[in-house]
């Protein structure tokens, strides 16, 4: 398999397409030991050695990052008029990475986005529960029924009840008043969140998916994203059940 080497180096996470050409300018790359001058050099990535500043990279098949995803933009690979969670991404991945599950475009928070198919099905299938908790801002109170009712097994109009989910009401604050909660569920229905609020009386002002299969947001900025390390992959391979089928 041959392929660029821009092209490889921005798979790697070294940076954007034009970041990578920039850093093959100043020398910063060598291939098995002689430094690059072309960024459309084909290179073969299970033999070649490649080093970026020394370090040498190591070509995985699969990679998975862990996004900050801002209210504004939509949950999809690509869109006609909307700004898309991939535009936050280099171009090489636009093609390749999709996000797993989706959060609505008014919705902040944490969202993966991978090129390993089989382990984005198993995220996102129903079948395959991982917990994921919401902080919510709410028009008003949240009544106490509510913690034992979601516990329960909530009805929001599908053909089966919601899962049992953990609600936790905030105090409230006094000035501006905020009626806020946080909610733990383990399925992916459409609106889920929004539609359990609005069976107990409340309409969602704010929603931010605080952590996803125990993953948090902490270190990142709102648009921005990082690798996950092979021992959170490793994670969630078995929270997947992937990890014995794969060698
Ligand atoms: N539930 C919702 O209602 N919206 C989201 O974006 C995610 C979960």
Known sequence: MQIRLDKFLAECGCGTRSEVKSTIRKKQVTINGTT????????????????????????????????????????????????????????????????????DKDTEGILLITNDGALNHRLSSPSYHVNKTYYAVLDSPVPEEAAGCFLKGVDIGDEKPCLPAKLVILPERTENTVYAAELTVCEGRFHQVKRMFAAVGCKVLYLKRLTFAGLSLKGLEKGSYRRLTEEEISDLMQMASLKNERV
């Not at 960024?39 to 990279?57: A, F, H, R, V, Y």
């Not at 990679?63 to 991404?89: H, I, N, Q, W």
């Open 36 to 103: 690059a001058v072309k960024p459309e050099q084909k290179i073969n990535p299970e033999t070649d050695s490649i080093c970026c500043n020394g370090k040498k990279l190591v070509y995985e098949q699969f990679s998975t990052f862990l996004f900050y995803k801002p209210a504004g933009c939509v949950t999809a690979r690509t869109d006609k008029t909307e700004k898309t969670v991939m535009d936050y991404f280099p171009d090489s991945m636009k093609k390749s990475h999709s996000p797993v599950g989706r959060l």
